[in-house]
């Protein structure tokens, strides 16, 4: 950050982003590498727009969770749905209805080993269609194995954003604190010009 404190001034700053408290990445990144022009590696300057970048919060839906849920199977080959479906039906209490409490359902798929990650897992069974809060299991299954939409391309979703905590709900207590933030759409130009002018000061401290 000194080699950007150091180069670009508050002038320059005011000329690009007049009265902005946000900017895109692109304008962002566009600004820094003409100005800084080689003092800074791309991979600097990517760092510089994750530190102040503004992350991609896209809203999650079941259709969403779902196609990339199938996704993420289909990547590993998974194919072991009729036993997923079997021991779903196993831990039925009534097995004429087909519904399993949602707890239930997220214990016997990582019992039986199904490759989704906690809080994909998690995701999915929060926001699948259920009667009276339970999950059908035929349904749930037969929705995983269709390869309806699985030609479709699927935005990255960071993995924290997937679902919040509900512990006896699903079984899952939550990601760790500093998850993956997932995609930057846009830069807090504010905050990153207040830095600069502390940096700057610190800079002119040091000198004799």
Not at 182 to 205: C, M, Q, T, W, Y
């Amino acid at each position: 950050m000194e080699v950007v404190a150091s180069t670009v001034s508050d002038e320059k700053m005011s000329e690009e982003f007049t009265d902005l408290t946000e900017v895109g990445i692109e304008p962002f990144m566009e600004f820094l590498e003409m100005t800084c022009q080689e003092k800074l590696s791309q991979h600097a300057i990517m760092v510089i727009a994750r530190v102040y970048g503004v992350p991609l919060h896209p809203k999650i839906t079941y259709d969403l969770v779902l196609r990339l849920s199938k996704e993420q199977l289909s990547k590993v080959d998974f194919d072991r749905y009729d036993e997923l479906l079997l021991a779903l039906t196993q831990a039925l209490e009534d097995i004429d209805n087909g519904l399993l409490e949602p707890s239930e359902v997220y214990r016997v798929c990582i019992a039986t080993k199904l490759p989704l990650k906690t809080d994909l897992l998690t995701s999915l069974i929060q926001q699948c269609p259920k009667t009276e809060g339970r999950v059908d299991c035929q349904k749930l299954v037969a929705s995983l194995k269709s390869k309806e939409g699985t030609e479709e391309n699927v935005d990255f979703i960071p993995t924290s954003k997937f679902a919040k905590p509900d512990k006896t709900a699903s079984g899952w207590f939550g990601v760790t604190e500093g998850a993956h933030k997932g995609p930057v759409h846009a830069i807090r130009i504010n905050e990153f010009k207040e830095d600069l002018v502390k940096i700057r000061h610190e800079i002119s401290l040091r000198k004799p």
